[in-house]
């Protein structure tokens, strides 16, 4: 393996002038269709070798797929989060105006996730007309936060990759819903990712406090104007 070629490689993923709109706009279409190709393959794959599915109703035919497509994109949102809480020189440096271009990447492909959520929730609503209002806020907001990053180039990514490793639970709530959905609940599995379930939440609460304190000290970091 050569490590220094694989180096430039993953570099050169990254490697986008993100200052051009359709670059944005290019790398968020990517990140709808490169999810919606998840959620599709989930129903083909599901369809073949589960059972358990091919029992269950459309509405929660949609909820499977959509936890499965949320735990893929956890992984991506946890991977970029802890890179930047724990080992980016440059975020550690600086949490307020820092931007990378990974950063740049996983942000703009988080909103076209995000834009495929949203589009899941409220075709959902129209066609099987059930409405949780606090999930569809909450999806609403989390596309518009992202949505921010194309309009306003300049604002630090700290922030926002923050927001992304809060999926950390993710993985665990698919996991707990497909288990429930098949019957499995209360196996060791289960016991297992509930243990991993309520940990995963503790670290969601210490990460939060961490993201109000940088909120109230980036304050004091940025110039004011005279």
Request: proline residues 3%; neutral net charge.
């Amino acid at each position: 393996m050569n490590l220094a070629n694989d180096g430039a490689m993953s570099r050169a993923i990254f490697d986008w002038n993100y200052v051009l709109w359709e670059v944005r706009l290019t790398l968020l279409a990517a990140g709808f269709f490169i999810y919606l190709g998840v959620f599709l393959l989930a129903h083909w794959l599901s369809s073949w070798i589960s059972a358990s599915y091919r029992t269950l109703s459309p509405q929660q035919k949609v909820f499977w797929n959509m936890d499965i497509t949320r735990g893929l994109f956890a992984v991506q949102s946890c991977g970029a989060g802890l890179w930047a809480l724990l080992i980016d020189p440059d975020f550690q440096a600086d949490q307020v105006y820092s931007q990378q271009k990974w950063s740049w990447f996983h942000c703009l492909t988080a909103a076209g996730f995000f834009l495929l959520e949203n589009i899941v929730v409220y075709v959902s609503i129209i066609v099987f007309r059930t409405c949780d209002v606090f999930s569809a806020v909450h999806h609403l907001f989390a596309f518009g936060g992202l949505l921010g990053l194309i309009f306003n180039i300049k604002s630090g990514h700290y922030l926002p990759v923050m927001g992304l490793l809060l999926e950390m639970s993710t993985p665990s709530i698919c996991m707990y819903s497909l288990l429930l959905r098949t019957g499995n609940a209360h196996t060791l599995l289960w016991k297992a990712n509930q243990w991993v379930l309520i940990h995963m939440q503790h670290c969601r609460m210490v990460l939060t406090y961490h993201m109000w304190l940088y909120c109230l000290s980036s304050q004091h970091l940025c110039p004011r104007n005279p």
